[in-house]
């Protein structure tokens, strides 16, 4: 009984130190956003994000825009696309430029 126990902690704790990284960044430039103009880009890493394979122009997606957000994150799309990629070190993640 106690090593049942002591492996379900285990396994909750190990899943919440991996959940932790699904972490999320918001930049605002200028004043932020102020309309709900959204372009999203996937950008795409080998090394499990150590060398990126393409570039998401953030100043290409806001066209020009003097006040926008953008944000970075592992989205649910990206977290399912990662299970598949991951055995070959290739991990995605979104970057979303709102204006």
Not at 21 to 49: M, N
Not at 71 to 96: G, Y
């Amino acid at each position: 009984m106690r090593i049942r126990r002591f492996t379900a902690s285990l396994v909750v704790a190990v899943s919440l130190a991996l959940l932790c990284g699904c972490a999320q960044h918001i930049h605002k430039i200028g004043s932020g956003p102020s309309g709900t103009d959204v372009v999203e880009q996937r950008q795409w890493y080998i090394l499990f994000g150590l060398v990126p394979l393409n570039n998401a122009d953030t100043s290409v997606m806001a066209a020009g825009a003097t006040n926008y957000q953008i944000k970075t994150a592992i989205t649910p799309l990206d977290f399912v696309i990662n299970i598949f990629t991951e055995w070959v070190t290739v991990v995605s993640r979104t970057v979303t430029v709102t204006k």
